[in-house]
């Protein structure tokens, strides 16, 4: 929690020892943020061009632990408030939004029209008619798989469910799981459970049943746990107890073929000794082909808390984070992918040129993810009941009344 | 004139000297007392107050009566947290019996018998968090130790954690480990005390073997066994960093406990509802209660009959 930028305690030493040096005429803007090691380099080259574009702000970055960050934000909103923070898209900020937290920064997309150049995060940041933060990256979703698993079996890549689940036959036969996951944290099922009900219900119906609309014991509910229900058998037993990095250990071995995972995966997937010859990328395959294709990218993004001090930078530095040229940086850093249309991608990573192509073509609209689209308390009990599916499928009835009832007490 | 002047002064003082015996042990426990109020008397009865409200910690405070508390009763996750500290308050009851035994056992003089202790005694010395840790990997499924000899000797490994209705008995293990570590402690030091012309009179007598250690040790070992078994009730009732290590209250919630399920509605990712869990947290302490005034009346009761 030490702020990572030396110039900032150096600034404030200064400014107290000579109040009226150039130095201390700096604006200091405090940008609270929760990034891992390489993303807190690339971030931190971003805020020294930005601080030489505007040489009288003087950008204070205080990183926490990314885990710890998802508790401390609820602290500092309230008592002491930065002028910038790290938080996500969709209804993950809708309790801060709601409770007045986080500012509206409409202005900051009206002036530089990111309407047109993030259009496809716009939805997921805009709650009542109004944009309240700027998404800076997101990623993709979609399925990994082991090529030399797949050549071993003699099986092709699937286009359809159908094919998917066929596959699945020929794996069990070498003893490959045909699917695998680890559920230890909970949050890997749902990305599953998302994409099939994406694909057989359509992006509206999963947005309803996510807000709280559409009951949980509806046809179409079931309609998906039936498509689950067909690779179930296959899915990688004792997934409950496994982290998700040992089941993509599990594909890197051979000893699994596919595996429901987002982007960031690659990096361990590679540490696990695969290159971009034997690990392979698909989008999920077709179940319902009425269906209009949509994707699942979880976005980041950045905010003004309402308790914000020094508000005209913050909003300077917002726009700064929408425009394509810092998109296209960051990102390059992250391994993840621009939103701005405007940025562009390294063509020489498959994983990433693949996802800029799966996202920017998507029809159907874009998710954020189960638990940033539901509501917190929803999303876990959800997580729960997906993890309890794929180990007693038996029990969907009880799973599916539990939730039912939940929603009806969480969304009253 | 002056012998006048001096005996207001000396009544003043001897105020004092009157008072002294009675006022200075306040003097010296008024600072420990007033941070006792203020972090843990003040918070418990806000927690009781906060278990009457739906509260996310941002929003507003919003009056609900007993229906947080309603709602518990219907909760099935309530449930399942309520009957797991019971399993664990059974199971951990183990490691009172478990660390006399070794206690005995290594009561007794051959060469290193020290190292001996040492090591039984090792597991407590431990965090609970690398105990946590090392179990996971013990149980882990695909490589773990336990899993392997299992996969070994029936063809088919077991992953203890991955069961709903294993897991639980997993973590309590884990948890014994440590426990029955100090269990014996409390013993060894207990069996320092016990007299050895008692023994030696009932050997006389021809006391022996399981007769000797129920009619002539244990009951010299009364005080050791009573802390030995507070020391355990109050361990099980805590339970909380093996769950949140092991399992995190997984698979599906079914090896959660009352202390666990508080902290995730109140305090974790996907939590904040501080009035739940203040709900839960007030049940808790209700059981704790039940013990602590038991515990409570019968050290006061042993202490008026030494007296």
């Given at each position: 929690?030490?702020?990572?930028?030396?110039?900032?305690?150096l600034?404030?030493?200064?400014?107290?020892?000579?109040?009226?040096?150039?130095?201390?005429?700096?604006?200091?803007?405090?940008?609270?943020?929760?990034?891992?090691?390489?993303?807190?380099?690339?971030?931190?080259?971003?805020?020294?061009?930005?601080?030489?574009?505007?040489?009288?702000?003087?950008?204070?970055?205080?990183?926490?632990?990314?885990?710890?960050?998802?508790?401390?934000?609820?602290?500092?909103?309230?008592?002491?408030?930065?002028?910038?923070?790290?938080?996500?898209?969709?209804?993950?900020?809708a309790?801060?939004?709601?409770?007045?937290?986080?500012?509206?920064?409409?202005?900051?997309?009206?002036?530089?029209?990111?309407?047109?150049?993030?259009?496809?995060?716009a939805?997921?940041?805009?709650?009542?008619?109004?944009?309240?933060g700027?998404?800076?990256?997101?990623?993709?979703?979609?399925?990994?798989?082991?090529?030399?698993?797949y050549?071993?079996?003699?099986?092709?890549?699937?286009t359809?469910?159908?094919?998917f689940?066929?596959?699945?036959?020929?794996?069990?036969?070498?003893?490959?799981?045909?699917?695998?996951?680890?559920?230890?944290?909970?949050?890997?099922g749902?990305?599953?459970?998302?994409?099939?009900n994406?694909?057989?219900?359509?992006?509206d119906?999963h947005?309803?049943?996510?807000?709280?609309?559409?009951?949980?014991?509806?046809?179409?509910?079931?309609?998906?746990?039936?498509?689950?229900?067909?690779?179930?058998?296959?899915?990688?037993?004792?997934?409950?107890?496994?982290?998700?990095?040992?089941?993509?250990?599990?594909?890197?071995?051979?000893?699994?073929?596919?595996?429901?995972?987002g982007?960031?995966?690659?990096?361990?997937?590679?540490?696990?000794?695969?290159?971009?010859?034997?690990l392979?990328?698909?989008?999920?395959?077709?179940?319902?082909?009425?269906?209009?294709r949509?994707?699942e990218?979880?976005?980041?993004?950045?905010?003004?808390?309402?308790?914000?001090?020094?508000?005209?930078?913050?909003?300077?530095?917002?726009?700064?984070?929408?425009?394509?040229?810092?998109?296209?940086?960051?990102?390059?850093?992250?391994?993840?992918?621009?939103?701005?249309?405007?940025?562009?991608?390294?063509s020489?990573?498959?994983?990433?040129?693949?996802?800029?192509?799966?996202?920017?073509?998507?029809p159907?609209?874009?998710?954020?993810?189960?638990?940033?689209?539901a509501?917190?308390?929803?999303?876990?009990?959800?997580?729960?009941?997906?993890?309890e599916?794929?180990?007693?499928p038996?029990?969907?009835?009880?799973?599916?009344?539990?939730?039912?009832?939940?929603?009806q007490r969480?969304?009253? | 004139?002056?012998?006048?002047?001096?005996?207001?002064?000396?009544?003043?003082?001897?105020?004092?000297?009157?008072?002294?015996?009675?006022?200075?042990?306040?003097l010296?426990?008024?600072?420990?007392?007033?941070?006792?109020?203020?972090?843990?008397?003040?918070?418990?009865?806000?927690?009781?107050?906060?278990?009457?409200?739906?509260?996310?910690?941002?929003?507003?405070?919003?009056?609900?009566?007993?229906?947080?508390?309603?709602?518990?009763?219907?909760?099935?996750?309530?449930?399942?947290?309520l009957?797991?500290?019971?399993?664990?308050?059974?199971?951990?009851?183990?490691?009172?019996?478990?660390?006399?035994?070794?206690?005995?056992?290594?009561?007794?003089?051959?060469?290193?018998?020290?190292?001996?202790?040492?090591l039984?005694?090792?597991?407590?010395?431990?965090?609970?968090?690398?105990?946590?840790?090392?179990?996971?990997?013990?149980?882990?499924?695909?490589?773990?130790?336990?899993?392997?000899?299992?996969?070994?000797?029936?063809?088919?490994?077991?992953?203890?954690?991955?069961?709903?209705?294993?897991?639980?008995?997993?973590?309590?293990?884990?948890?014994?480990?440590?426990?029955?570590?100090?269990?014996?402690?409390?013993?060894?030091?207990?069996?320092?005390?016990?007299?050895?012309?008692?023994?030696?009179?009932?050997?006389?007598?021809?006391?022996?073997?399981?007769?000797?250690?129920?009619?002539?040790?244990?009951?010299?070992?009364?005080?050791?066994?009573?802390?030995?078994?507070?020391?355990t009730?109050?361990?099980?009732?805590?339970?909380?960093?093996?769950?949140?290590?092991?399992?995190?209250?997984?698979?599906?919630?079914?090896?959660?406990?009352?202390?666990?399920?508080?902290?995730?509605?109140?305090?974790?990712?996907?939590?904040?509802?501080?009035?739940?869990?203040?709900?839960?947290?007030?049940?808790?302490?209700?059981?704790?209660?039940?013990?602590?005034?038991?515990?409570?009346?019968?050290?006061?009761?042993?202490?008026?009959?030494?007296?």
């Open positions: 929690m030490l702020p990572t930028k030396r110039s900032a305690g600034a404030l030493t200064i400014a107290l020892l000579a109040g009226t040096s150039a130095i201390a005429q700096q604006r200091v803007l405090n940008y609270y943020a929760d990034f891992d090691a390489a993303p807190l380099a690339a971030m931190e080259a971003l805020i020294a061009d930005f601080e030489a574009a505007n040489p009288d702000v003087d950008v204070v970055l205080q990183n926490f632990d990314h885990e710890g960050y998802k508790t401390a934000i609820r602290n500092f909103l309230t008592t002491d408030a930065p002028d910038l923070a790290n938080w996500y898209a969709g209804n993950r900020m309790p801060f939004v709601e409770a007045g937290q986080f500012m509206d920064v409409s202005d900051v997309w009206a002036d530089n029209d990111l309407g047109t150049s993030l259009a496809s995060a939805a997921s940041m805009t709650m009542d008619g109004k944009q309240w700027v998404p800076y990256t997101y990623y993709q979703w979609g399925i990994y798989y082991n090529k030399s698993a050549e071993q079996v003699g099986a092709t890549v699937p359809t469910w159908d094919e689940v066929a596959n699945c036959e020929l794996f069990k036969a070498a003893d490959i799981d045909c699917l695998t996951t680890g559920t230890s944290a909970l949050w890997p749902a990305g599953i459970f998302d994409y099939l994406l694909r057989t219900n359509g992006y119906y947005m309803a049943l996510t807000s709280g609309e559409t009951p949980w014991t509806d046809d179409g509910v079931r309609a998906t746990f039936a498509e689950w229900a067909k690779v179930q058998p296959y899915i990688t037993e004792n997934h409950a107890a496994i982290d998700w990095q040992d089941a993509a250990a599990l594909m890197a071995q051979g000893k699994a073929a596919n595996y429901v995972m982007n960031f995966a690659v990096a361990v997937f590679k540490e696990g000794g695969m290159t971009n010859d034997t392979g990328f698909m989008a999920f395959p077709t179940i319902n082909p009425d269906v209009v949509a994707e990218a979880p976005t980041d993004t950045i905010h003004i808390p309402a308790g914000a001090t020094n508000v005209d930078d913050a909003k300077t530095f917002l726009a700064y984070m929408a425009s394509a040229d810092a998109q296209t940086k960051l990102n390059a850093a992250l391994g993840q992918l621009p939103i701005n249309a405007g940025s562009t991608v390294a020489d990573d498959p994983f990433i040129s693949a996802g800029f192509e799966l996202l920017s073509t998507t159907g609209g874009i998710a954020q993810f189960f638990d940033r689209d509501n917190a308390e929803m999303a876990k009990l959800g997580m729960e009941g997906f993890q599916f794929m180990v007693i038996g029990n969907l009835d009880a799973i599916l009344d539990r939730l039912e009832t939940a929603r969480i969304y009253k | 004139m002056a012998v006048a002047a001096a005996l207001p002064e000396k009544r003043s003082r001897s105020w004092w000297a009157q008072n002294q015996q009675t006022l200075t042990p306040w010296f426990l008024a600072p420990g007392m007033a941070m006792f109020a203020l972090y843990v008397i003040w918070p418990i009865f806000a927690s009781f107050r906060l278990s009457f409200y739906d509260y996310d910690g941002l929003g507003k405070e919003v009056w609900l009566g007993l229906d947080n508390y309603r709602e518990l009763w219907s909760d099935p996750a309530f449930v399942t947290s009957k797991n500290n019971v399993i664990w308050l059974v199971m951990y009851m183990l490691a009172v019996p478990a660390g006399l035994g070794i206690a005995i056992f290594l009561n007794q003089t051959v060469r290193g018998i020290r190292i001996y202790k040492s039984f005694f090792f597991p407590f010395v431990i965090s609970q968090v690398v105990v946590g840790l090392m179990f996971a990997w013990f149980y882990a499924p695909n490589f773990g130790l336990l899993y392997k000899l299992i996969e070994m000797v029936t063809g088919k490994g077991i992953a203890v954690l991955a069961d709903p209705n294993l897991a639980t008995y997993g973590i309590i293990v884990a948890g014994l480990w440590p426990q029955i570590a100090y269990c014996m402690i409390l013993y060894l030091t207990g069996l320092n005390n016990v007299a050895p012309d008692q023994v030696e009179a009932a050997r006389l007598d021809g006391a022996k073997g399981l007769r000797m250690l129920w009619y002539v040790i244990l009951p010299q070992l009364r005080p050791a066994t009573f802390i030995a078994v507070v020391v009730v109050i361990g099980a009732l805590r339970s909380f960093d093996l769950v949140s290590i092991m399992t995190n209250g997984g698979p599906f919630g079914s090896t959660r406990v009352l202390s666990y399920y508080m902290y995730e509605k109140a305090l974790s990712e996907y939590g904040f509802r501080m009035g739940y869990g203040a709900a839960i947290a007030v049940v808790l302490f209700a059981i704790m209660m039940i013990f602590i005034s038991g515990f409570i009346t019968k050290m006061i009761r042993d202490e008026r009959g030494v007296r």
